[in-house]
């Protein structure tokens, strides 16, 4: 397979990060309180070591098998891994061996389910609630009226720290039509950080991707999720 070369990988992840301080300096916001997350799906062990190498601490994995396959052979110091795609109850106790975080938490099972592994494992993790802003009924999520009943209702998964929202917006969407979304995330996430609980602590509103991150930091995302940007070897 062909190689992603590290000065490459270097130019990108430099790019990528002038880029969102740019966005964030334009909002009025710091640079530093948007964290890049490496998406690193199909993205071979070695050039993610080479990352880790030129500064990337934070990577997302979107699917519990070719994280394991990978999971050896990563350079982990320093290394935060967080989950990012649809996740399968029988897959939870896996995950929370190799992920500090799973951001994509969208059902009360699923969360019933990470609680049962955590107390097993006698650890805890974070969550962040993924929402589906656009209501596209090809993504999982919960619906932006449903969220403070869901919230409520994870008071009780102690070995969850429900830190963060996340989106993904639908695909193919005029910039005006994502900065629509971005700003109606920001409103909920705004609304939801009144409310504060025990272990519910929301700081975190993860959204934006290769396409549109910059819009997503004008809005006040906290995490963009970067891939294609960082890794793709057509370019
Ligand atoms: C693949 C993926 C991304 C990154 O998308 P790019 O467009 O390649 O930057 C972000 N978030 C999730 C949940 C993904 O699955």
Do not use: W
């Not at 990108?12 to 948007?34: C, H, L, Q």
Request: glycine share 6%; charged share 25%.
């Amino acid at each position: 397979m062909e190689k992603l070369l590290s000065s490459e990988l270097e130019t990108r992840i430099k790019a990528v990060r002038y880029n969102i301080a740019a966005a964030a300096a334009k909002s009025g916001r710091e640079s530093a309180d948007v964290r890049l997350l490496a998406v690193t799906k199909h993205v071979p062990a070695e050039t993610i070591n080479a990352a880790r190498a030129l500064g990337i601490d934070l990577i997302g994995e979107n699917r519990e098998q070719s994280l394991g396959e990978k999971y050896g052979e990563l350079e982990r110091c320093g290394l935060e891994i967080h989950f990012i795609g649809h996740l399968q109850k029988n897959k939870a106790k896996s995950v929370i061996k190799m992920a500090s975080c799973v951001q994509s938490l969208d059902s009360i099972a699923l969360a019933a389910e990470l609680e049962r592994q955590c107390v097993a494992a006698d650890k805890s993790i974070s969550a962040f609630i993924e929402v589906n802003i656009g209501k596209d009924p090809n993504k999982s999520g919960i619906d932006p009226e449903a969220l403070a009943g869901f919230i409520e209702s994870l008071r009780e998964y102690r070995h969850l720290s429900i830190d963060g929202l996340m989106t993904i917006l639908p695909f193919g969407l005029s910039d005006l039509q994502n900065e629509r979304y971005f700003s109606k995330m920001h409103e909920l996430y705004v609304d939801i950080r009144a409310e504060n609980r025990d272990n519910i602590d929301i700081h975190e509103l993860s959204m934006g991707m290769s396409l549109d991150y910059m819009q997503a930091v004008k809005h006040g995302s906290t995490i963009v999720r970067i891939g294609t940007a960082l890794f793709s070897l057509q370019r």
